[in-house]
């Protein structure tokens, strides 16, 4: 049973590309969660979707940064005219669908680390 | 907003129980206790959540005191492999695992 993929691992882009970023949950998971690391610093949260919705974005910035979750395929973060600042570990997680989410636990991808040049 | 405190770092020999202590004064009646620990630059690993109860599994015990305010996380027989940021969360619904600055734990040789 492979946990959480992302890919890719490292991704390397120049100020103005758009960066993709793609989560595979884990068999079975239909809730993924986005969260950004900026270095030396903690876990910020972006993004919760289940399948073919996004339940909350509080944590996603205004403008450029987008997410989806299709009913096929990975989840995928978007991120438009990338900047310095977006240099980060992008991490993924994944739960099942569950009644009491809260006692659920989330299993976490190994990440993707954005260097904007 | 974060709803735990935790010490920002601690040390434990080897061979040790590491006892790593959370407060959550604020939590509710039905929000779980969430211990994940993060290793170098890899991403967050599970180790154990709790309500109410005391629970154990392979990896780690959590003990939450009676009033639910606050836990401590037990690695019985601490190893150099268990370095790591330990975050304590509570966690307040589907969506919301909030992490905090946690413990930075250093076993020592």
């Known amino acids: 049973n492979a946990g959480v993929m992302q890919n890719p691992r490292h991704l390397v882009r120049r100020r103005g590309q758009e960066a993709r970023l793609r989560c595979s949950p884990m068999?079975?998971?239909?809730?993924v969660y986005w969260y950004r690391q900026l270095p030396e610093e903690g876990l910020k949260f972006m993004v919760y979707?289940?399948?073919?919705?996004?339940?909350?974005e509080s944590g996603m910035p205004k403008e450029r940064f987008s997410a989806e979750f299709p009913k096929e395929g990975p989840s995928i973060l978007r991120i438009q005219q990338v900047v310095r600042g977006d240099s980060a570990a992008y991490f993924c997680?994944?739960?099942?669908?569950?009644?009491?989410?809260?006692?659920?636990?989330?299993?976490f991808g190994q990440g993707t680390r954005l260097t904007v040049v | 907003d974060a709803k735990t405190t935790q010490p920002t770092s601690m040390d434990c020999a080897e061979g040790r129980a590491a006892n790593l202590p959370c407060n959550h004064s604020?939590?509710?009646?039905?929000?779980?206790v969430y211990w994940y620990r993060q290793i170098h630059s890899q991403g967050p690993q599970y180790i154990i959540h709790?309500?109410?109860n005391n629970e154990t599994n392979e990896m780690a015990s959590l003990i939450i005191t009676e009033d639910r305010k606050s836990s401590t996380l037990i690695l019985p027989h601490a190893t150099l492999r268990d370095t790591a940021v330990y975050y304590c969360?509570?966690?307040?619904?589907?969506?919301?695992?909030?992490f905090g600055t946690g413990t930075r734990l250093t076993v020592i040789p």
């Open positions: 997680a994944s739960s099942p669908g569950s009644r009491n989410s809260m006692n659920t636990e989330a299993f």
């Open positions: 068999k079975g998971h239909s809730h």
């Open positions: 979707l289940q399948k073919e919705n996004i339940i909350d």
């Open positions: 604020t939590i509710s009646g039905n929000e779980y």
């Open positions: 709790g309500l109410k």
């Open positions: 969360i509570v966690r307040t619904g589907a969506n919301n695992l909030f």
